[in-house]
């Protein structure tokens, strides 16, 4: 049995029903990974997991067991890391859009967040932090980041927390180019930030720049 969209959506739905049911966020899918050679890759933001699942000329088995493994390894999730890059009187923030399949319409999943995302096995989380930057933003750390707060982030997973650090020395060559994953991007004023910047973004902001107290829970 050969693999296609429509069998890709009705994994999608199983997983949302899983997801659902254990108090989850709903992962957001995409096809195909943009690591060449990929079958299946599981992106961590600190909004919702990006699942990445390569269908075309692949068993209609062996997508849907990729698709599943995110709810199997859930709690194995642990640490994220998110960084607000100073650039006075700015601030850098992203939008992520998921499509499934061959999808026409790209479906955002994390408005308004600023960049970050999963630290990997085997990565320690300075050198996640690099590797989040450079991919989201065509960032490269100059001085070390200040680690500002460690939160809970218990929409992912039960097992999951946020390292937020702040990046004030960092050279950027060039804006990065919209991708399957990143579709807008952008430095913009505390009092200007984008309409849908999810509310956690805005309460990390102030607690940053405005030195609001700052929470236990993402």
């Given at each position: 049995m050969r693999s296609d969209t429509l069998g890709f959506a009705a994994a999608v739905r199983a997983v949302g029903t899983e997801a659902r049911?254990?108090?989850?966020?709903?992962?957001?899918?995409?096809?195909?990974?943009?690591?060449?050679?990929?079958?299946?890759t599981i992106r961590r933001s600190t909004g919702e997991p990006i699942i990445a699942v390569r269908v075309r000329g692949r068993p209609l088995t062996d997508v849907v067991a990729d698709v599943v493994e995110w709810v199997k390894t859930r709690d194995l999730e642990g640490m994220d890391v998110?960084?607000?890059?100073?650039?006075?009187?700015?601030?850098f923030a992203v939008d992520h859009v998921v499509t499934a399949g061959r999808c026409p319409r790209p479906r955002v999943v994390s408005p308004g967040r600023v960049p970050g995302g999963g630290v990997e096995v085997g990565e320690t989380v300075s050198?996640?932090?690099?590797?989040?930057?450079?991919?989201?933003g065509n960032i490269e750390l100059g001085e070390a980041p200040l680690l500002f707060a460690v939160y809970y982030n218990r929409r992912v997973s039960?097992?999951?927390h946020v390292a937020l650090y702040v990046v004030r020395s960092f050279h950027q060559s060039a804006a990065p180019q919209p991708n399957g994953e990143i579709v807008a991007h952008g430095f913009f004023a505390p009092d200007s930030l984008p309409q849908d910047t999810a509310r956690a973004t805005r309460e990390r902001i102030a607690?940053?720049?405005?030195?609001?107290?700052?929470?236990?829970l993402w």
């Open positions: 049911r254990l108090g989850l966020v709903m992962p957001g899918f995409r096809s195909p990974p943009r690591i060449p050679g990929a079958d299946r998110s960084a607000i890059v100073r650039r006075l009187p700015g601030l050198t996640a932090l690099a590797r989040e930057l450079r991919e989201e039960r097992r999951d607690e940053v720049l405005d030195g609001r107290s700052v929470a236990e």
